[in-house]
């Protein structure tokens, strides 16, 4: 699943393409694609037709192109979500869900294989929709308080990686870039929230920060091609990975090998040495 750089990069890749562009016509293939737009498919077509992409914005995983009348339109990319900008007459994606026709003649395509994505109208969303009221800022906006949530962190019963995955407390961390962070803080992903230290918290959270922008610079993480960005590029973060999805493969800091765990119905990579266990675990 995309987390905030893979989001990003697909947010960069709109705003060099199609910012400023005109909406002339929309075809909505897969009704289930707007199935958070509550009016129905044919309400979000024809509310699109003529409106110009005026910005693009993003919070945590989500993102949205202001449109000229103040709404935006909002779109989670989900498990396989890819929008893409294709030249005229570009042969239609396998799994092309939307597609938006501009003024220029290119397309905006919403290519969803698996259909968790989606994209809606949101009203008055342009600055910030209202869908996203309770999806707390992500490390690099403005509003972003690190202060805050180390102690929001501190303040709830539960474990460390629990609570960065938490979107209510800090959004656009997914497991990838938890277990990252957590290894390059020296932190189990089991450790309580109650007993971490201040410095504990601002150190996982500083290591969060870090590990995105190196991820960004690399164009995101791709494990399985569905992820990419506008021009159908992948990113190659994972071979920067140190702890996920390495299972067996030597620590670079210590050479003890990658554990990796049951957890939440997915896993936790952790290096044993750097990352022990707490006494008190919290499940
Ligand atoms: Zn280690």
Partial sequence: MPE??????VRQGLERHVLD????????????????HVAGATD??????????????RRGKFLWLALDDEDALLAHLGMSGQLLVQPAGAADELHLRIRFRLVDGRELRFVDQR??????????GADLPSELSH??????EAAYDADAVVEALRGRRTNVKRALLDQSLVSGIGNIYADEALWEARLHYAR?????RRTEGHRVLAAVRGV???????????????????????????????VYGRAGEPCSRCGTPIRRDRFMNRSSFTCPHCQPRPRRPHW
């Fill in 4 to 9: 905030l750089p893979e989001v990003e990069v």
């Fill in 21 to 36: 562009s005109k909406i002339v016509d929309v075809d909505v293939f897969t009704p289930r694609s707007v199935r958070r």
């Fill in 44 to 57: 979000f077509a024809q509310r699109l037709r003529g409106r110009t992409l005026t910005a693009t914005r």
């Fill in 115 to 124: 259909t968790f994505g989606s994209m809606a109208i949101s009203d008055g």
């Fill in 135 to 140: 999806v707390a800022p992500d490390p690099f």
């Fill in 192 to 196: 309580p929230t109650d007993t971490l």
């Fill in 212 to 242: 995105m922008t190196a991820a960004l610079a690399d164009g995101g993480t791709s494990f399985d091609a569905l992820y990419v960005d506008v021009d159908g590029a992948s990113g190659y973060f994972a071979r920067s990975l140190e």
